[in-house]
C-alpha cells in the first residue's frame, strides 16, 4: 500500500484498516510519502489493525516524507488469543514526524516483536511513543528501536511497557 502527498499546504488523511480473522495470516508492506515542500503540508496517517485468534501478521511500514511534511500518526493494534505480530518501522523524512502507536496484547498467548528504526539530518524533529499493553496472561513483547542522527536534529523516544495484574507469566 502506498500513501503518496504531493501537493503543498494540503492536509492528508490516510487511513489503513487490517482486520486478520480466526487462523488467518498475511504480509502487508504500507508507505507514507511526500514530495518536498518550500511551505508546509500536513499528513495524519492512522492504521488500525485487529489480529484474530492464532492469526499471524507481518506489518512492514516506511515513512518517508519530504522537506516541509508535518506528519502526526497513530498506530493502533489488538492482539487475540495465540496471536503472532511482527512490526517492522523506519522513519526517514519529514521535517516532524510524531508517531503514537499502542499494541494491546489482549487475548492469551499474543506475541508480539515491534522492531523500528530512525535516521534524521537537518534540522529534522522525531519523536517516537510506542506503548505495548499486556492486558492477557502467557503474552510476549519485544521491543527494539535504534536510530540516528545527523546535522541538527533531533529526536524522542518515549516507550512504555504496560502489564496488567490479569497478565500473569508475562
Not at 528501536?145 to 508475562?170: C, P, Q, W
Request: hydrophobic share 45%.
Amino acid at each position: 500500500v502506498l500513501f503518496y502527498l504531493e501537493q503543498q499546504k494540503a492536509a492528508f488523511f490516510p487511513h489503513l484498516l487490517v482486520v486478520l480473522e480466526k487462523g488467518s495470516s498475511a504480509t502487508i508492506y504500507a508507505e507514507w510519502r511526500s514530495a518536498d515542500f518550500k511551505t508546509r503540508a500536513v499528513s495524519f496517517p492512522a492504521v488500525e489493525v485487529l489480529v484474530g485468534e492464532g492469526a499471524v501478521l507481518n506489518f512492514l511500514g516506511l515513512q518517508a516524507g519530504g522537506d516541509g511534511l508535518f506528519s502526526l500518526s497513530t498506530r493502533r493494534v489488538m492482539a487475540g488469543r495465540e496471536s503472532r505480530i511482527l512490526w517492522v518501522e523506519g522513519m526517514l523524512g519529514g521535517s516532524l514526524s510524531k508517531e503514537n502507536m499502542e499494541i494491546v496484547l489482549e487475548g492469551a498467548g499474543a506475541e508480539l516483536d515491534l522492531v523500528g528504526g530512525f535516521l534524521t539530518h537537518g534540522n529534522q524533529h522525531l519523536d517516537m511513543s510506542p506503548v505495548v499493553h499486556h492486558i492477557a496472561p502467557h503474552t510476549r513483547g519485544d521491543v527494539l528501536i535504534n536510530g540516528a542522527l545527523r546535522d541538527k536534529s533531533r529526536a524522542i523516544f518515549h516507550g512504555m511497557v504496560k502489564i496488567e495484574k490479569s497478565a500473569l507469566h508475562t
